[in-house]
């Protein structure tokens, strides 16, 4: 039950594929910058999986420093956030107190079978190996009706500026969004298990914010933060340059595109 695990801690090494949190050198900066998710995704889960988020027991994997687990909470579940880095699972402490936490991996999660109503793997669930997370996620939901939902903030593909930076990062750093899944999770999910029926859904949004804001957001991803300070600062010096072309005020419109897969657990 969700009761006893709230204790639970563990303490893991690298995933899977040999990451070793690669977040945690930048977790304040992460959680200062990184864009949240419209309320039409909380909507948008909530019809998928034909259940209110009211009440719901939440298992959110690969929390981070809270950032879905805070809109969860807020939209009436009852989370439980799962995070296996010390220094991201350190600031989601801080700023969610009450929340419970457990260190853990999502391709072996730490709880009994049939405790969940919903698992959740925001910006995530690229970090583990599927063929491990997606059965563990099904032991761990109530049948029939518990449902798995993986989504990703990537920058709107059908927006020009938007679309051009990413091509200029891609050049410039190694590596860059190599484990991007977006919009293949429903293929994924399928082939490990056919007889499930994942659903994609793609949502846009946008925010509003300053520049340094915005480059700090940038400096919080994986690839930057791999580069160490010296090299991320020349490429985030670049882009400064060029973004104060396209907004003179200082302040960016950021675009996203909400990439969502959510499948219903069969009976």
Known sequence: MMGRMTHAVQRPGPDAHGHRFPFESVADQYE???????PALLDAIEELTGRPLQGSRVVDVGAGTGIATRLLRDRGARVVAVEPGP???GVLSRVLP????VRALGDALPFAGGSADLVTYAQSWH?????????????????????LALWW???????????EQEARLARRLPG?????VTDEAARIVRGLCPALAPVFRRL?????????THLAHLGSRSSFAALGPGEAAAVLADERALLLELFPDGA????????????????
């Open 32 to 38: 200062a910058a990184r864009p949240g998710y419209p």
């Open 87 to 89: 220094a991201m699972a």
């Open 98 to 101: 009450r929340v419970p936490l």
């Open 127 to 147: 970090w583990t190996d599927p063929a491990r997370s997606v059965p563990e996620a099904l032991r761990v939901l109530a049948r029939p009706h518990g449902a």
């Open 153 to 163: 903030n990537v920058p709107d593909p059908d927006v020009t500026w938007t679309r």
């Open 176 to 180: 860059y969004h190599a484990h991007g």
């Open 204 to 212: 846009h949004w946008t925010r509003r914010i300053p520049l340094d």
């Open 252 to 267: 960016v419109e950021e675009a996203f595109a909400v990439d969502l897969t959510v499948t219903v657990a069969s009976s």
